[in-house]
C-alpha cells in the first residue's frame, strides 16, 4: 500500500483498537428481558415498548420476568420458560438454532456474497479497459489510438464533476 | 345506476380500450390507434375523477345510505377528516390510488405528445393495465358506491386513530410516490418492448423517479411522525410490516437514483438499472399486498381483505413479463464495461447499491420470515424490532460511511494521492469528535461508530462546499454567500445531492440518539407530587375534563421545570371519541433541537385522582424531522431544471482541479 495511505489505515486501526475498550459488558437486565419478548396484545410491540397502561398482556408478562429473575435464572432459561409456556412466537426475534438461523443469517450471506460478485465484476472491468488500452503491437493505428486515448484521458479527468 | 359507480364501469372498459388499442398501435405502427388509447387514458382518468367528486360529495353531505359513507364517517366528524375519510376505508383508499395514477398517467401523455412517440404507446400500455387492475377491483370485488338496504341515522365514523393532522397528508404522499414508481417501470418496459435501450428512457423519466423518491420520502417521514405522534409509545418506527412495505422501495429508489448516474455518465450497467426499476415497482405492488390482504399482521392496516390473491396474482404477472422481457433483451443490453481503476466513484456507488438492496432483502426477509416459517416448520414466529435493528444497523452504517466516502472520489479513476487529500481531512474530523465523545464519557458502541462516521460525512460535504466556493470567489470575486448560492444553482444535481445527504446525516445521529440513550419512566401521581427524567422536574397539576359530540377528553396539566424556573406546561390526553366508542392517546411533547420530552397519561382513578404517566426523553429526535425538511430541500433543488453546463464544468474543471465548478 503506498506511503500516502498510511495516515488514514492508522487512524482506522486507532479507532478499531479504541471502540471496543469502550463497550458496556453488563448482565442481562430486565429491560433486556422485556425486550426479547412480544407483547401479545397485538401492539407488534416488544413487551418493553408496548405502552397499554393495564395491557392484558404485557402486564403479566412483566410480573412473570420478575418471578423469573428472582428465582436467579439467566437470560436463556428465563427465556427458554416463556418458550415452554407460550411457543415460539414470544420471542421478538428468531433464535440462532435450526432453521431460524437462516433469517439472521441469509441477508449477511447475500450482502457478502453480492461483495464478492462486485468486487470480482469491478476486476473483470478493470482489466479489460487494461487490456484494450494496451492495444496490439500489429495494429498500424495503435499509436495514434495511444495519443487520442492519452488526449480523451486527460480531458476526462479533467471533466471529473 | 350510481353515477359513481357508471364512471367506474366506463372507465373500466376505457382502460381495457387504451390498453388494447395502444399495444395494437405499438405493433401494427398505427399512430391514430395510439391517439385513440391516449384518449381513451384522458377519458380514464376524467371519470375517476367523477368517481371519485361523486365518493366525496356522498361523504360531506353524509349520505349514510351509502355503505361506504356510513362506515368511514359521521355527522359530528369534522369537515377536514370527512374529506380524508375519502382514503380511509379500502374501497376509498384504491379509488383514491386509481385518482392519482391516471392523474400521473395523463401527465406523462402530455409531457409526450411530441417526444418518446416509438416507446409511447406501451407507456401507456404498461400503466394502464395498472388502471385497469385497480378498476376491475373496484368494478367487481370491492366497490365503492355500494347501497344499504335502509338509511341509518348516523355513521360509525372514521377510526380515531386516522383522525390526525399526519394521517391526512401522509397516505397521498406515500401512494403518489409509489404510483410515480410505475412512471420509470412503464418507460423501462416500453424500451426492452421497442429495443430502444439507450438512455432516452433513463433520461426522460429521471425526475420522475426523483419525484417519486422524494414523495416516498416524505410519507415514510410522514407515517413516522404520525406513529410518534398517535401511538404513544415514544418511538417512530416499529418495523411493522406496513412501515417495510413503505421502506423497501425507498431504498430500491435510492439504489436506482445512484446507479443510474453510472449509465448516464458511462453507458454501463443497463441491466442493473433496469432490475432497479422493475424491483422498485414490483415492490410498490408487494407493499399494497402486504397492507390489504392481511397475510401479516399490522398495527397499520386499517382496511385489511381478501384482496390479498389479486394483489399476488397482479405481482406474479408484472413479475413473469417483466423478467421474460429482460431475459429476452440481455444480450442488447449487456455493455462491454470497462473501469479504469477500483478507487473510483463508480466503485462507490455498486457498493452503495448493495448496500441499499442488502438492507431492502434484509427487511423483506425479515416481513415474509414468519409466513415462511409456518410454512417450512409449521411453527408461528415472530420477527420483531429487535431482529431489525441488529440486523440493519451495521448495513445502516456501512451505508452511512459510503455517503461519505463516494462524492470524495473521483469518476473514473482516483489516484491514491487524491484520495489522501479528499479522504483524510474529513476522516481527521470524524476521528477527533469520536475521541471527544469518548472523552466525555460516552460508552455506547453504537454511539462511538455512528456519530463520528456522522461527523465525518458531513465534514466531507463541507469541504466539498468550501472547495467549490472558494474556486468561485478565486475567479469571479464573489462573496461567499452568493458564490454558494450560485455553487448550488450552476450544479443542481451535485450540489442538491449533497444537501440530501446531510438531511441522511441528521436522520442517522437522530436514530442513533434516540436508539441509544433514550430516557423513560412510569410513574404514579398524586396532585402536585413531582418526578425527575432528563434535567427536568414535572409537576403533575391535576385533571381537566372537557367533552364535545364528537370526543370526550381527560386532560392532565403537568407543569416542566428546570431548577425552579417554569419552562413549559404539557398537556398529554386521553380522547374518548363516541363513534366509535374507542380511547385515544394524544401525547404532549416539550421539543428542543436537543432532545424530546414526551409525556403520555396512561390512566386516571377518579376515585384516588392518582395518574399514571410515561415519560420519555428523546434525544435528538427534532433531527429526524428536519434532516427530513433538508432532504426535501435538496430533492426540490436537484429536481430544478437548468444548472452548469457540461462545457463550463470542464472548464471550470481546467482551471482549478478536479472538484470545483464556476461559471
Known amino acids: 500500500m503506498p506511503r500516502s495511505s498510511h495516515p488514514l489505515v492508522s487512524m482506522l486501526v486507532v479507532a478499531l483498537l479504541l471502540i471496543p475498550a469502550a463497550l458496556r459488558a453488563d448482565a442481562p437486565t430486565f429491560q433486556e428481558i422485556e425486550e426479547s419478548l412480544t407483547c401479545q396484545c397485538g401492539c407488534g410491540l416488544t413487551v418493553h415498548s408496548c405502552n397499554h397502561l393495564g395491557c392484558g398482556s404485557a402486564l403479566p408478562l412483566r410480573a412473570e420476568i420478575r418471578e423469573q429473575m428472582s428465582q436467579g435464572k439467566d437470560k436463556p432459561a428465563i427465556l427458554a420458560h416463556f418458550v415452554e409456556k407460550y411457543g415460539e412466537k414470544i420471542l421478538s426475534s428468531p433464535t440462532t438454532k435450526g432453521f431460524n438461523l437462516t433469517a439472521w443469517v441469509t441477508p449477511f450471506a447475500l450482502v457478502a456474497l453480492g461483495g464478492t460478485f462486485v468486487i470480482f465484476t469491478l476486476m473483470r472491468w478493470r482489466s479489460r479497459s487494461h487490456v484494450q488500452r494496451s492495444g496490439t503491437p500489429a495494429d498500424p493505428h495503435a499509436s495514434a489510438q495511444t495519443e487520442y486515448e492519452k488526449i480523451l484521458e486527460r480531458e476526462l479527468k479533467e471533466f471529473d464533476t | ?663
Open chain 2, 1 to 663: 345506476m350510481e353515477v359513481g359507480a357508471l364512471a367506474l364501469t366506463i372507465g373500466l372498459v376505457c382502460a381495457a380500450y387504451s390498453v388494447a388499442m395502444s399495444l395494437a398501435g405499438g405493433f401494427l405502427r398505427r399512430r391514430d390507434w395510439v391517439a385513440s388509447a391516449e384518449h381513451a387514458a384522458y377519458a380514464t382518468w376524467g371519470l375517476t375523477l367523477i368517481a371519485v367528486a361523486w365518493l366525496l360529495n356522498a361523504l360531506v353531505s353524509h349520505d349514510f345510505n351509502m355503505e361506504y359513507v356510513a362506515s368511514y364517517s359521521s355527522t359530528t366528524l369534522p369537515w377536514n377528516y370527512t374529506v380524508t375519510a375519502l382514503w380511509g376505508g379500502q374501497q376509498g383508499s384504491l379509488l383514491f390510488w386509481l385518482l392519482i395514477l391516471t392523474s400521473v398517467t395523463a401527465v406523462v401523455l402530455l409531457q409526450n405528445r411530441e417526444r418518446n412517440r416509438d416507446l409511447m404507446p406501451y407507456v401507456t400500455a404498461v400503466l394502464m393495465t395498472t388502471s385497469v387492475f385497480f378498476l376491475v377491483l373496484l368494478n367487481f370485488v370491492t366497490p365503492p358506491f355500494q347501497r344499504l338496504a335502509f338509511t341509518p341515522a348516523e355513521g360509525r365514523d372514521l377510526n380515531p386513530l386516522l383522525q390526525n393532522y399526519w394521517m391526512q397528508i401522509h397516505p397521498p404522499s406515500l401512494y403518489i410516490g409509489f404510483v410515480s414508481c410505475a412512471v420509470p417501470f412503464a418507460f423501462g418496459i416500453a424500451a426492452l418492448v421497442t429495443g430502444k435501450l439507450g438512455d432516452v428512457w433513463i433520461r426522460t423519466t429521471r425526475r420522475w423517479t426523483l419525484f417519486a423518491w422524494f414523495f416516498l420520502s416524505l410519507g415514510n417521514l410522514f407515517g413516522a411522525e404520525w406513529a410518534y405522534l398517535v401511538l404513544g409509545w415514544g418511538g417512530y418506527w416499529a418495523w411493522d410490516p406496513v412501515e417495510n412495505a413503505a421502506f423497501m422501495p425507498w431504498l430500491t429508489c435510492t439504489a436506482f437514483l445512484h446507479s443510474v448516474m453510472i449509465q448516464e455518465k458511462k453507458n454501463m450497467l443497463k441491466v442493473w438499472n433496469m432490475v432497479l426499476v422493475i424491483l422498485t415497482f414490483l415492490l410498490t405492488i408487494f407493499g399494497t399486498f402486504l397492507t390489504r390482504s392481511g397475510v401479516i399482521s399490522s398495527v397499520h392496516s386499517f382496511t385489511q381483505s381478501g384482496l390479498g390473491p389479486f394483489f399476488i396474482g397482479f405481482l406474479a404477472i408484472a413479475a413473469v413479463i417483466s423478467l421474460a422481457l429482460l431475459l429476452w433483451r440481455l444480450p442488447q443490453l449487456k455493455s462491454e464495461n470497462e473501469l479504469d481503476s477500483l478507487v473510483s466513484r463508480e466503485s462507490t456507488f455498486l457498493f452503495n447499491n448493495l448496500v441499499l438492496v442488502g438492507i431492502a432483502f434484509a427487511v423483506f426477509w425479515g416481513t415474509v420470515f414468519p409466513v415462511l416459517s409456518e410454512w417450512v416448520r409449521g411453527v408461528k414466529i415472530t420477527v420483531g424490532p429487535p431482529f431489525f435493528n441488529k440486523v440493519n444497523a451495521p448495513l445502516g452504517l456501512i451505508l452511512l460511511f459510503l455517503t461519505g466516502v463516494g462524492p470524495l472520489i473521483a469518476w473514473r479513476r482516483a489516484g491514491w494521492q487524491s484520495v489522501r487529500r479528499n479522504l483524510v481531512p474529513p476522516f481527521a474530523v470524524g476521528f477527533a469528535s469520536g475521541v471527544v465523545l469518548l472523552a466525555a464519557g460516552m460508552r455506547s458502541y453504537w454511539g462511538l461508530i455512528s456519530f463520528p462516521t456522522a461527523v465525518f460525512v458531513l465534514a466531507g460535504i463541507v469541504m466539498e462546499y468550501y472547495r467549490g466556493v472558494r474556486a468561485r470567489q478565486a475567479v469571479i470575486g464573489e462573496n461567499p454567500l452568493v458564490a454558494l448560492v450560485h455553487l448550488i444553482g450552476k450544479n443542481r444535481r451535485r450540489y442538491g445531492g449533497y444537501i440530501i445527504h446531510i438531511g441522511v446525516v441528521m436522520m442517522f445521529a437522530a436514530i442513533t440518539g434516540t436508539s441509544v440513550f433514550k430516557q423513560e419512566q412510569q410513574v404514579t401521581l398524586s396532585t402536585s407530587q413531582t418526578f425527575a427524567i432528563g434535567g427536568y422536574t414535572l409537576r403533575y397539576d391535576g385533571i381537566e375534563q372537557e367533552s364535545t359530540p364528537h370526543i370526550a377528553y381527560l386532560r392532565a396539566k403537568i407543569t416542566v421545570l428546570q431548577g425552579d424556573k417554569v419552562v413549559d406546561v404539557l398537556k398529554p390526553e386521553k380522547r374518548f371519541y363516541k363513534k366509535p366508542e374507542q380511547p385515544t392517546t394524544e401525547v404532549a411533547i416539550r421539543s428542543t433541537l436537543g432532545a424530546d420530552l414526551y409525556l403520555v397519561l396512561g390512566s386516571f382513578d377518579d376515585a384516588t385522582q392518582l395518574a399514571t404517566f410515561l415519560a420519555y426523553v428523546n434525544p435528538l429526535v427534532s433531527f429526524l424531522w428536519w434532516g427530513g425538511v433538508v432532504i426535501a430541500l435538496g430533492t426540490v433543488i436537484t429536481m430544478l431544471p437548468g444548472g452548469v453546463t457540461a462545457r463550463e464544468t470542464a472548464m471550470a474543471a481546467g482551471r482549478f482541479g478536479d472538484r470545483v465548478v464556476v461559471e
